[in-house]
């Protein structure tokens, strides 16, 4: 059974660029959530999607939205980049969604995103 | 989430048995303890949930106290490829997780 992918890898963008990350979560996985790890601030929430759905928001700017499409797959992106959106965006995929009790995550590897 | 309180970092020597402790002091009645750790710059990987009883699976066990203010997760047999962050949640129904700073294990040879 294959894991959540999470693409691209690696990327560098400059300030001012915007960046798409996407990610597919595990097969029959609907609801898919974003985390930002900084080395400063560790591992933030960013938004959660369930059925093509934002169902929760992290405290973030308006520079950060995404969106999931109907076969679950969801992107991510970040508008007008500043230095301090360098970090690994991870992205987690569960059976269902917020209320549903035990519900454990899977995470993928992540995208590490340098911004110069 | 309700927060939580771990020691930065631990040591143990291979092989030995490694307790994580956590304390969740203000955790509810419908909030579960989850732990999950994190290998250098990979993504977070599920260790094990609990919400009352003791759980064991085949990575760990994890032990709640009867009032469920704090958590202990024990590696029985720790390798090398134990070394990571060890983040200690509890959570209700929702998927907005909130990580801690974690406890940076180290095993050593």
């Known amino acids: 059974k294959a894991g959540v992918t999470q693409t691209p890898r690696y990327l560098i963008k400059t300030r001012g660029q915007q960046v798409t990350l996407s990610c597919s979560p595990i097969?029959?996985?609907?609801?898919v959530s974003w985390y930002q790890q900084t080395p400063g601030q560790g591992l933030q929430f960013l938004f959660e999607y369930f059925s093509e759905t934002q169902r929760n928001k992290g405290n973030f700017p308006g520079r950060f939205s995404g969106r999931q499409f109907s076969n679950s797959r969801s992107e991510m992106n970040v508008s007008t980049l500043e230095l301090g959106d360098s970090a690994l965006y991870l992205c987690?995929?569960?059976?269902?969604?917020?209320?549903?009790?035990?519900?454990?995550?899977?995470f993928g590897a992540g995208s590490r995103l340098t911004v110069l | 989430d309700a927060k939580t309180t771990q020691p930065p970092s631990m040591d143990c020597a291979e092989g030995r048995a490694a307790n994580l402790p956590c304390n969740h002091s203000?955790?509810?009645?419908?909030?579960?303890v989850y732990w999950y750790r994190q290998i250098h710059s990979q993504g977070p990987q599920y260790i094990i949930h609990g919400l009352k009883n003791n759980e064991t699976n085949e990575m760990a066990s994890l032990i709640i106290t009867e009032d469920r203010k704090s958590s202990t997760l024990i590696l029985p047999h720790a390798t090398l490829r134990d070394t990571a962050v060890y983040y200690c949640i509890v959570r209700n129904a929702g998927n907005m997780l909130t990580f801690g700073g974690g406890t940076r294990l180290m095993v050593k040879p």
């Open positions: 097969s029959g996985h609907r609801s």
């Open positions: 203000t955790i509810s009645g419908n909030e579960y």
């Open positions: 987690a995929s569960s059976l269902a969604a917020s209320g549903s009790g035990a519900n454990v995550l899977t």
